[in-house]
T-cell receptor, first 113, second 109 residues
Framework: SAVISQKPSRDICQRGTSLTIQCQVD?????MFWYRQQPGQSLTLIAT?????????ESGFVIDKFPISRPNLTFSTLTVSNMSPEDSSIYLC??????????FGQGTRLTVV | AQRVTQPEKLLSVFKGAPVELKCNYS??????LFWYVQYSRQRLQLLLR??SRESIKGFTADLNKGETSFHLKKPFAQEEDSAMYYC???????????FGSGTKLNVKP
């Protein structure tokens, strides 16, 4: 299994600012994933964070809005840039081991005012 | 493109009644299907996966490729089963998961 820690657990931010979310895993993993869960909706994959290369973004998500870093095999950050109220969501970090199961962090609850 | 559909947003049953949470998927390849559960104030966690053919907490799910379905069933619901349930599809070798919109199960005493 994998234990994932996310920081911060929640934040309230002013529109137009940026927030960086950190994700730490207790084991080395090749790929890390970032999801968004908007109020009352399901999890939507934002991007795959690859160590040593640029992140791969899903349709509808762009690097300028959601820049991602992956400096090593146990850590990644997701930045939500130039925030608007529509960015209010829970952001989740996830890893998958041996293509069998996905493990999730507790999530970061972001409120943009 | 891959898609997972859970038609019911909310399902309410009485304790001891049978439960079936529906899940349909669309994907041109051979997907791996999962059910994830999120109890109140807890993180999302795996309930079961189709390749294991296992029963967890009394829940089972059978992959029906003809109907492209992966419904979750339990013969006798318990109050502690109340939670959000997400059906998910994983693309082979890609490790990415695509989730349905979720079904909130409410088991009444």
């Amino acid at each position: 299994s994998a234990v994932i820690s996310q920081k911060p657990s929640r934040d309230i931010c002013q529109r137009g600012t940026s927030l960086t979310i950190q994700c730490q895993v207790d084991s080395q993993v090749t790929m890390m994933f970032w999801y968004r869960q908007q109020p009352g909706q399901s999890l939507t994959l934002i991007a795959t964070a690859n160590q040593g290369s640029e992140a791969t973004y899903e349709s509808g998500f762009v690097i300028d809005k959601f820049p991602i870093s992956r400096p090593n095999l146990t850590f990644s950050t997701l930045t939500v840039s130039n925030m608007s109220p529509e960015d209010s969501s829970i952001y989740l970090c996830s890893v998958s081991l041996m293509n069998t199961e996905a493990f999730f962090g507790q999530g970061t609850r972001l409120t943009v005012v | 493109a891959q898609r997972v559909t859970q038609p019911e947003k909310l399902l309410s049953v009485f304790k001891g009644a049978p439960v079936e949470l529906k899940c349909n998927y669309s994907y041109s390849g051979s997907p791996e299907l999962f059910w994830y559960v999120q109890y109140s104030r807890q993180r999302l966690q795996l309930l079961l996966r189709h390749i294991s053919r296992e029963s967890i907490k009394g829940f089972t799910a059978d992959l029906n490729k003809g109907e492209t379905s992966f419904h979750l069933k339990k013969p006798f619901a318990q109050e502690e089963d109340s939670a959000m349930y997400y059906c998910a599809l994983s693309l082979h070798n890609f490790n990415k998961f695509y989730f349905g919109s979720g079904t909130k199960l409410n088991v009444k005493p």
